[in-house]
């Protein structure tokens, strides 16, 4: 497999070489995280008054946990650490579970972003001839103008289309010939119910890849994609309080997405305790940004679930693989006492054939129980009036998701494209449960 680098020096680096960078870019943000006064005094408890006072990574340990509630607190300007006017550039995450927060960039942190997000592209087989096609929505989101500075930083030739209007992003992916997209896995899903519509057939476009983020996932969802368009589809993985996507992509060899450890310091807690968990066991992911100044982050607590790969990739990338994220610590769905996550649901539907693109997870309550209704679109070949095999299908998808999560759901079967459809961040939950 051919394999082309952004950065090789940095890409490639040895292990010790590439901690003793990250020690360097550590004490420059401690420096700018001294210049906030929520940092000063966190800092100043844990012993730190100037950079050199941590002296090696371990070291970081020291620092206590910095959490959204923090940033909410510190809304708009408490963690800012460079004036208002070397700031270039504000985003803010999508406000789905409360008050929005916000994030500032200087323009050498947007350069830094940048060029993590063009390294992030080659990394997948792109290059300056690809035809880009970005559905992400653009404006305070950081998945549009990231990923479009990235590719022009690369070459390409983007189409900012942004995201929603689906008669039109197929329009132009048959004029341009986009060859790439970045979209959210739901949304790409929905538009391939769409093609016939527009008497469009996925083998008419000329898609090579897709770039997939934004929103959780499972691997039998990447699967049917790249079945469904005959692409290859690489994992996205970002948060905007890390400026977003560029934390963590997916290589050519798709094991998983390389963690950009010269620009971020990961660390896997047990979210319980807050102990730090050796490689290869699944926790809390904790992120420190080491290349932006303008709004230092120090052990930002994701609430994102997920794993370290130890073994090497066949890259020849040293930086270490995050694994898919697994849910997060606050979707965690509580059903008749059973611990379910959401992702589970969507890994067992996504691996029958005969499902279609779009699914909804209900719950509500009957009696003191919890009721669970597993909701899913079937494609339309499968409504012959043959009610035998609607029933045996149902029953299909009943065992199967009670062998996985043990719990026994009402499954209701849909006709394609009358779920709810969602151009952005997909919300696949709806939890009508009488709150006792
Ligand atoms: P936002 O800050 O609005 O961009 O949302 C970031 C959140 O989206 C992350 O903390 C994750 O929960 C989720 N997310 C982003 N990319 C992925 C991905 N590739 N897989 C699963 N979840 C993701
Ligand atoms: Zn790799």
Known sequence: MEVNFWNPEVETMERSQLEALQLKRLQAVIGYALKTPFYQKRLSRAG??????????????????????????????????????????????????????????????????TDLLARSIITTGCCRKDIFQNMMSYGLFTGGLGLHYGAERVGMTVIPVGGGNTQRQVQLMRDFKTTVVHVTPSYLLHIHTRLAEFGVKASDLHLRRAFLGAEPYSENTRLKLQELYGIDAYNSYGLSEMNGPSVAFECVYKKDMHLWEDAYIVEIIDPATGQILPDGQKGEVVLTNLVRHAMPLMRYRTRDLAFLHTEPCPCGRTHRRLSRIQGRTDDMLIINGVNVFPSQIEEVIMAIPEVGTNYMIHLTSAGALDKLIVKVEIYSKMFTGDLNSLDALKGKIRDRLRASITINPHIELHEPGSLPVFEGKAKHVVDNREKL
């Open 48 to 113: 730190i008054s100037r950079p050199e006072d941590v002296r090696s990574l371990q070291e970081l340990q020291k620092i206590p946990f910095t959490v959204k509630d923090d940033l909410r607190q510190n809304f708009p300007a408490g963690l800012l650490a460079v004036d208002m006017e070397e700031v270039v550039r504000i985003h803010s995450s999508s406000g789905t579970t409360g008050v929005p927060t916000v994030i500032y960039l200087t323009a050498e942190d947007l350069n830094s972003w």
